[in-house]
């Protein structure tokens, strides 16, 4: 899949409850901690498992440091099927990797304070596998 993305950057500082508000009612992955890096991503625009990314990305505009191409959730039990070593893995209620390109991503680098919103548009867009996780109980809203 091809995704072509634009990014702008302005000055300033976001907090995590500033990102989830972004993102207002849509599927949206949040990557944060205590490090330089503030990610949010939201409405997919594609969904892939580990075995299925094949993504070419055209980058334009005030491009980050950094490229935030796909995120999501791996589980711990992703493990047993990358290691036919391993036993099986045991039974769980979610996906052991579900990953996602999502249309619009926005980047708050803290000691900066700079702020790089995204937007892509792709060739084919894929719709989201039915949720497997509940609302709120994960790495998804």
């Known amino acids: 899949m091809k995704i072509c993305e634009h990014w702008t950057r302005t000055g300033g500082l976001l907090s995590e409850a500033d990102m989830f508000r972004l993102a207002g009612n849509d599927p949206a992955t949040l990557l944060y901690g205590s490090g330089d890096w503030l990610i949010a991503g939201w409405d997919p625009l594609a969904t892939f498992t580990a075995a299925e990314v094949n993504l070419e990305v055209e980058r334009t505009g005030d491009v980050p440091p950094i490229h935030p191409d796909?995120?999501?959730?791996?589980a711990y039990e992703l493990g047993y099927t990358l290691d036919a070593a391993l036993p099986?893995?045991?039974?769980?209620?979610?996906?052991?990797?579900?990953l996602e390109a999502y249309r619009h991503m926005v980047l708050c680098h803290r000691p900066h304070r700079e702020i790089?919103?995204?937007?892509?548009?792709?060739?084919?867009?894929?719709s989201p596998p039915p949720r497997k996780v509940?609302?709120?109980?994960?790495p998804f809203m």
Not at 70 to 74: E, K, N, V
Not at 116 to 126: I, T
Not at 134 to 138: C, K, L, N, R, V
């Open 70 to 74: 796909l995120m999501g959730y791996f």
């Open 88 to 98: 099986p893995a045991p039974p769980v209620a979610g996906p052991l990797c579900h």
């Open 116 to 126: 790089y919103r995204g937007l892509r548009s792709g060739e084919e867009a894929v």
């Open 134 to 138: 509940a609302p709120a109980a994960g």
